[in-house]
């Protein structure tokens, strides 16, 4: 196998190529939850947005705040965890606006939180106002943008983040300003490689070697997916899978993801949220639905004892039994915190242990068939 994996200084060329390939275009559809279509686009749009957060975040609450001329910022939508929400135009008290023009100013997020030695008046009266034990302010934009505001995340029976639901609030706020663009201006939405870039950017800059293990893949799966008779938009779809495939890491604890021991069972139950993390994020921001169908499913096992689902044999889909393959190989060959890297050749032998269990036997005779015939780029461990 051809050693030269692209580096990310070609991440956007990468994309930009795969996105045209599939010829797909966003489906705007998946930014409305269940709630009035009477609405203005932006609210409906926004609150999108918000139900996305408050699932993937599992906070109390998500409010979008946007910057008006009339009333100053004002809220645009609000989704509780419990199915809540509402779109109604409503604005904000003065010391609240006051600590939201702080945060786009600056472009630095707030953190208020009851367990802190020392609030001020607006922030402590801000914690009241929303009845919450803490909140997180995101900026939308930048103070120089034409659209602006901040997102709102809060919690009512905790009063503590932790760190993965700071990142994907910030992740979210920042394509927040995407979604205003386009609801107000649908011709200047900007080309579906923008924020597929943008979402693999959010990885490299969380973990550089989880970008690094999705490039690798991208080559792999495209690769074993053409050997595997796949149409070439099937190909792309499952490229772009392969490298956003690790984006739901982003919202899980950083001592989770970095414990060298074994994770506890409530530790394991948070990490096996991430395919459906990554996935839900995939299909708000961009609406490729294939993509965020493929990641949802990459670990789920042949015989049904994957997850999230449990799905079994041909219920998963081709992408998925795909990804499972190759995430195996690359993981076992670059090695983990937990597990120092091994030969090729082991993890080929893993892989073919597990046909039928973990894996679909099929997948795994083509792609020892193809790292047998065109080599591979991987450590010599053993």
Not at 48 to 56: D, E, K, P, R
Not at 67 to 88: C, I, K
Not at 217 to 239: D, F, H, N, S, W
């Amino acid at each position: 196998m051809d050693s030269r994996l692209p580096d990310t200084g070609e991440l956007r060329r990468l994309v930009a190529e795969s996105v045209n390939t599939t010829g797909f275009e966003p489906n705007t559809a998946s930014f409305a939850p269940a709630m009035p279509t009477y609405e203005d686009a932006v609210g409906v749009a926004l609150s999108g947005l918000a139900a996305c957060v408050v699932s993937v975040t599992r906070v109390a609450f998500c409010k979008v705040v946007v910057l008006g001329s009339e009333w100053g910022f004002e809220t645009r939508a609000v989704v509780f965890a419990d199915g809540g929400g509402h779109l109604r135009r409503m604005a904000e008290p003065f010391y609240a606006q006051r600590l939201y023009h702080q945060v786009v100013s600056s472009g630095r997020p707030l953190l208020i939180s009851r367990e802190q030695d020392s609030l001020s008046l607006d922030e402590g009266r801000t914690l009241r106002y929303h009845d919450a034990n803490a909140l997180y302010v995101a900026a939308i934009g930048e103070d120089t943008s034409t659209v602006k505001g901040v997102l709102i995340i809060g919690l009512k029976q905790s009063a503590h983040f932790h760190d993965g639901q700071l990142r994907l609030a910030g992740l979210l706020a920042r394509y927040a300003q995407s979604i205003l663009t386009f609801a107000l201006h649908p011709e200047l939405r900007p080309p579906l490689y923008n924020d597929v870039v943008m979402l693999s950017k959010s990885i490299e800059n969380y973990d550089l070697s989880i970008t690094q293990h999705s490039l690798t893949m991208v080559q792999m799966a495209e690769r074993l997916a053409e050997r595997l008779g796949c149409l070439p938009t099937e190909v792309k779809t499952i490229g772009l899978a392969a490298l956003l495939h690790d984006l739901g890491k982003v919202g899980i604890p950083s001592d989770i993801l970095q414990k060298p021991e074994p994770l506890s069972e409530d530790e394991w139950m948070l990490m096996r949220r991430h395919p459906e993390i990554g996935a839900q994020i995939v299909q708000t921001v961009t609406g490729l639905n294939g993509v965020a169908t493929i990641i949802q499913c990459h670990h789920e096992h042949f015989d049904g004892s994957g997850y999230p689902h449990g799905l079994k044999g041909y219920q998963i889909p081709l992408g998925s039994r795909i990804l499972a393959v190759v995430d195996a190989f690359e993981a076992i060959t670059g090695g983990r915190i937990y597990r120092p890297a091994r030969s090729a050749e082991a993890a080929l032998d893993e892989i073919q242990r597990c046909a039928g269990a973990q894996f679909d036997p099929q997948i795994v005779e083509a792609f020892v068939a193809l790292i047998h015939e065109e080599g591979f780029n991987a450590n010599q461990g053993e």
